[in-house]
């Protein structure tokens, strides 16, 4: 009887500790450390490309040349969101030039635009960490090499603009304004939201957005910090691109900012409910 009794309670026992770690496996901050895939690289960088064949080539010149600086195991996947320029061939070119370089194209047929490219290309990536630099080469060297400097110190990487080469006057009070709203319905103090934060990857893809225009970078941020993780906010210079025209401040990213905007709300609200429970 008392043998019984001894197996029960090392049952009970073992199923307390099982539950245990269960939970600690479901807890949103520390499933990185869970996941079940062997990265191959430190970071994947992911360079959308539409029509840049004015900026491409200085775009990944001015990648490379940060990287090689470090001592990170890299890859860069570049998707060429259906261009009409000759934005493939020169693509193309450069990779045939650079052998010692891990750079993947992929093509595509018809345009999906740049938040699902973001996501699909988390799911390609090799890299523990993710970062997005767009092919217009916004980011200069120096940038990129102290966003580098700074991987595996938090969970989130976000670079914020100390200065902003070129921006017009209409873009950066669009960027204060749409940064003051974020801030203000998700209750958060980030300073920017827009200059492709360093990820991980696995958080990029267990946290993705289904945005399809402007907001798919606050969005992920917001979720993020919702969820308890962790980030680091460093100063960074942006440069306005050399050639082409930027689409920010086109009606469907409009439309989309309201979406994300009334997204957000509804989740604070939910956050709100949650708490007093």
């Known amino acids: 009887m008392n043998q019984k009794n001894t197996y029960k309670k090392t049952e009970i026992k073992c199923f307390k500790q099982k539950e245990k770690d269960l939970y600690k496996f479901l807890d949103a901050k520390s499933l990185s450390k869970f996941i079940p895939y062997k990265w191959e690289k ?5 360079v959308p490309c539409y029509n840049e064949e004015g900026n491409i080539i200085d775009t990944f010149n001015t990648i490379t040349s940060a990287l090689v600086e470090t001592k990170l195991s890299w890859e860069i996947i570049v998707i060429d969101d259906a261009s009409a320029d000759k934005s493939g061939e020169l ?7 650079h052998p010692n370089y891990h750079i993947i194209l992929m093509t595509r047929k018809k345009n999906i635009g740049l938040a699902q490219n973001y996501i699909e290309g988390s799911f390609m990536a090799k890299g523990r960490y993710y970062k997005l630099i767009s092919g217009d080469n916004a980011e200069p060297k120096q940038t990129l090499a102290k966003i580098f400097s700074f991987l595996g110190k938090a969970d989130m990487i976000i670079p ?19 940064t003051f709203i974020v801030n203000t319905i998700g209750s958060h103090r980030i300073k920017y939201y827009n200059g492709g934060a360093l990820h991980l990857t696995c958080n990029v893809m267990r946290w993705h957005t289904d945005y399809h225009g402007y907001s798919f ?3 992920i941020i917001t ?7 962790s980030y680091m906010e460093i100063p960074v210079t942006y440069q306005e691109r050399k050639t082409g025209t930027s689409t920010a401040l086109k009606l469907k990213n409009y439309l989309s900012v309201s979406h994300f905007f009334l997204d957000l709300l509804i989740r604070r609200i939910g956050r709100a409910y949650r708490n007093k429970k």
């Open 160 to 178: 914020y603009p100390a200065k902003i080469e070129g921006f017009s006057f209409m873009r950066h009070m669009f960027s204060k304004t749409y």
């Open 223 to 229: 979720r993020l910090l919702d969820q308890g993780m």
């Open 91 to 97: 693509i193309c070119h450069y990779i045939k030039d």
């Open 217 to 219: 970078q606050a969005d």
């Open 42 to 46: 430190d970071i994947t960088i992911l």
